[in-house]
Each structure stands twice: as C-alpha cells, then as structure tokens.
C-alpha cells in the first residue's frame, strides 16, 4: 500500500519563484541554454520515472531485502535490476556528468531534484546509482587521463557503479587508524589487502562491473590522517577493449543485516592483493575522498529530504479518510458517523511539522546545489569563491539538520496513522526505520555538528558564518519596512543576532577548554539549521504574501505553512540555545566509572 507523486508544483515554486534559477544558469556559460521549460520537463520525467518504475519496488524490496548467496555472490531484491535497466537505457545516470565522457551536463541542481524524487520512491533502490555519482564526481576532480577514460565513460552512463570503501571493523569515522595496505607493483599499480565493512551497494547483481574507491595506505605512509592514499578497485579489471575482464581480488564476504534500506546491500568487502590504481597524490587520499564524501552528504540530506516528502504524502492521504471521533467544535462530515482525523488540532500539528520541514527543507538543499553550480561553473572568481564557502558550511547543516527532521517527520507520520502505523503493509513503519539509519552513516550527525562548529566557524573565526549572515541581514534591511513581512522579519532578524552572541560566546569558553565545543555543537547546529529555515521561509512568505490575490490556493498553503513554522517550530531555538550555552562542566563532571 501507500502512494507517491512528485510534488512538482512546489518544485517548480523553489526553482522558479524562489531561486530564480533561469537568471542564475544564464549567467553560466556552461548552462546558459538550460531554460525553465527544460528543466520543468526534466523533473516531470523523472516524476513520472520514479512514481511508476521505482516506488512500486519500495515496500517489496524491504520486505525481500538482498540475498548473500555464497561466494562473493550477492542478489539484490526481484524488480531491482530490471528497473536499473531502465533508468540506464532512459539515461538518467548522465544527467548531470561532463559531456566529454557521455553525460548531458545539466546542473546540479536539476540532478538533485532528481534525487529527491528517488528517494522518495525508494532510499534503498537509490543509493545504487547514486553512490555511483560521488565515484564519478572524484575520479573526474582527481583521476589521471587514463583513468578517468577507463571508467568515466561507464560510470556515467550507469554500466558500471561506483562504491566508496572507508570504514574498517576497528574504525568508522576515525580514519586515522585504517589499516588497509597497498603496495607498489612494478607496472605502476598496487595490490590492496585489509577489510571493509558497512559498504553500501558493495556487491549487487544490477550492473556489469562495481568500482571500488579505497582507501589505503603506502608502505612508508606517516601515521594518521596524513598517509592515506586513494585506490580505484574494480570488481574486474577492464580488458584492453575497455570490457569487464579478469576477476579481482576483491569479494563480498557478507552482507549486514540491518534495520531499515534492506534493499540495498550493505557489505563486508574482503581485498586480498586486489588490483587497484592510484587515485590523486601519495598520502593525500582523504583530500580526493572528500569530494565523495561531500556529496555523499549533500546525498543523505536529499535522502532525509525524500522520506520526508513520501511520509508526508501517505499521513496526509490518511488524515483526510480516517474517521475518528468528532472536532471539538462539533461535526465537521456530519453526514459520515465520525469526522476525518485531520480536523483534530494535533494532527494538523504533525501534518504541518512535516510540511514545514519537507518544504523548508527543499527550498534549502535546492538553494545549496545551485551554489556548487555557481562554484563549478561561474565565469567569475570571487562568485566561485564565495558559493565554495557556502557550500563547505552548509554541507554539515545539510546532512544533519534534514536527517534529524526526517526522523521527527517520519515519526509524526506513523502516528497520524495510529495503530496502522507500525504495520508493516501501510508502509509508514518503514520510512520510519529508514531514516533513522541516515542520521548515522556518512558521518553521525554529531560528527556534522563538530565539523560545523569546530572546523567551519571557529576554524576561520566565523568567516564563512559571517558571509551568510550578510545574505540573512541584507533580506532583513530590505524587509525592514514592509509591515505585512513583520511576523517573519523580525524573529528571522533576533534569530540573526543570538546566533552571533552564541557564537562568540562558544568561542570564547574553548578557547579555555576544548571540550565546550564537544557540549554545544549538537544544540548549536540545530539553532543554525533553524537560522537557515527562518531565511527561507521568511523569503517564501514574502513570495506568497504578493501572490495571494490570484486566488491561487498554493500560495494561502505556503502562507499558512510559514506562519506554522515561526509561531511552532522556530522557537524550539530558545530551548537549544541554552543547552548551547550550559557547557561542558554537567557532562564532563561524572568520572567514567560512576555512570
């Protein structure tokens, strides 16, 4: 059961509306002929794609999950391969790539609706192809010429996919401490030995040939962080016409069972002497990774995005049919022995929780991808510059902020559906499981948090901060004036400034101990999520506000949701300001032994 339609009028609102995405590719050589009516028939393709092809495999695929049948040999759930195929043959891989290798060089920002829409129809099915992208992505920034015409074209395509083989069993985010060996052969390659663990679409029966990139290190590589190397690992080694050929000494030993994307094979992956090439510079590997690793981030954020939207879709579906009891201020169907759910103020609470995140969310991980269109493709400088450092301090919001709401979102969806919630065939149980997963991997979302506080802003005494808060300052003059923007103006603008005094303070109290940063980055990163929300939502109800009149009911919808968001959701800022600012000592008081 459940259902799933691309949300393509408030897609079309955040690109067209609200980024004015036309004015912004034709500054972009690259993408100056890219136009509205394109990008609007790109996204109701892939609507149509993901609707009708992947989300009926969604609950399916969880309910069968992956087989691991022996040998290395792992089979994704029935229907999986089959719709690869197609989204291969519909060329939706190269949707987004450099054309020199086959791909249609669209924007990213096209590619990330996209991606949104997937993982709505299914997270597990997605993050195939799309752990596929970020191989792509870091071979094209880092490969040589021969590797990137080895397997370029095949990546983008989709012929092959992609993996990134990070975590070992005795290390997960600390990467310093791999043990994972590569030694130098004489015809300029490298034979790879250690183990891999949690490797998502490690081993699958969708496509020809998985490429590994694995991280490992050299012989005479230092200690730490700074002798890691970067290998690309194909599961067979191509042949001299560029096809699948010899077997290579890497293999799926099992696969994790786990408790949510059960379609997508998570994987103990075994390298004994495999084969693999240098990707990047000696010791310098976790530079090129982190371009995968990025836009894996950005990547679980549409993730978060996706569920968000799929649950929202279902739970309301089911509050307008549910009949349970009456409204509080009499029947609302009074002809019908009970009123529908969604008349009962909680339930409108969980619905418009989910709207207002879904939405607030869109605006947000649409408005980033637009900036690394303007980091990789801007003919001027210093608008390359400034996109760059948007997205570096925003890529931890990204993940974190749309992880953690996913999860409430997803929550408050199974419960708008009472005791069919938890089962099984309403599906809603499962967004549930499935998001939860994502505020994990690619780095827990503490981990986003410390990246954010610890390296992002007081690695550059708040520099990057600053620059997006001249963009949130700059709509709040602009605003300042027009009384019917007030309500969102004005806690957009005190949000504004106690971000900046917490900032400083924070600062402050690490400069005397490191652990402060550690107590406040989880409630810091939650406030600025919530700064990054207030900006969008103030902008999208200025848009409504001036659209009202023409009767369009979108627009009293996106109204209503933005007036929701600052009088329900934005105050949870106040709250996590002063779990900010408690510090350390409370946390840090108790020896390890007496807990």
Known sequence: MGQYTAPLRDMQFVLHELLGVDAELKAMPQH??????????????????CADVVFPLNQSGDREGCTYEGDGVVRAPKGFREAYQQYVEAGWPALACDPEFGGQGLPIVVNNALYEMLNSASQAWTMYPGLSHGAYEALHAHGTPELKQTYLPKLVSGEWTGTMCLTEPHC??????LRSKAEPQADGSYRITGTKI????????????????????????????????????????PDASGNPGARNGIQCGAIEHKMGIHGNATCVMNLDGAQGWLVGEPNKGLNAMFVMMNAARLGVGAQGLGLTEVAYQNSLAYAKERLQMRALTGPKAPDQPADPIIVHPDVRRMLLTQKAYVEGGRAFAYWTALQIDRELSHPDESVRKQSADLVALLTPVIKAFLTDNAFTSTNEGMQVFGGHGYIAEWGMEQYVRDARINMIYEGTNTIQALDLLGRKILGDMGAKLKAFGKIVQAFVEEEGTNEAMQEFINPLADLGDKVQKLTMEIGMKAMGNADEVGAAAVPYLRVVGHLVFSYFWARMAKIALEKQGSGDKFYASKLATARFYFAKLQPETAAEIRKARAGAATLMALDADLF
């Open 172 to 177: 997960g985010t600390d990467l310093g401490i």
């Open 198 to 237: 949690f490797i998502s679409a490690g081993e699958h029966d969708l496509a020809d040939n998985i490429i590994h990139l694995v991280l490992a290190r050299l012989p005479d590589a230092p200690q730490g962080t700074k002798g890691i190397s970067l290998f690309v690992v194909p599961k067979f080694v």
């Open 32 to 49: 100056a002929d890219v136009d509205a009516d394109t990008i609007n028939q790109v996204i109701e393709e892939a609507g149509k794609f």
